[in-house]
């Protein structure tokens, strides 16, 4: 069918909220799909890159799959593109803060999945 009948009776993943000293909110997805799995753990392992190119692109993956939500002094930042975007201009005090929580994060939701 078209357009209005996508994700009807469609069942929306758990989410997580991760907050900062400064109050920001990361809301993270509390499901991964196999196959995004499989592509984490090849970005993860890329023979083709360096180490460090590979974990940091590892890193990106996870923010793109799992990040929802990202509120910024109450200013929420929604949709991939967007989330993206403003994860690639992220201080370098921000990015360590994702990762630490993208880290925690899928060592209690996905214990299977191997962290950056």
């Known amino acids: 069918m078209g357009k209005r009948n996508r994700g009807v009776g469609r069942i929306s993943a758990p989410t997580t ?3 900062d000293a400064d109050g ?3 809301t993270l997805r509390g499901s991964m799909s196999a196959l ?3 592509k984490y753990a090849s970005t993860l392992h890329d023979q083709r890159r360096t180490t460090d190119d ?3 692109r590892a890193v990106e993956f996870l923010f793109e799959r799992l990040v929802e939500r990202w509120t910024i002094f109450d200013v929420p930042t929604e949709g991939q593109k967007e989330l993206l975007e403003r994860y690639r201009i992220a201080s370098a005090e921000e990015k360590r803060w994702i990762r630490d929580v993208l880290r925690e994060h899928i060592e209690t939701n996905f214990p299977d999945v191997e962290a950056p």
């Open 54 to 56: 590979s974990w940091h």
């Open 24 to 26: 920001n909110v990361l």
């Open 17 to 19: 909220d991760y907050r």
């Open 36 to 38: 995004t799995r499989r």
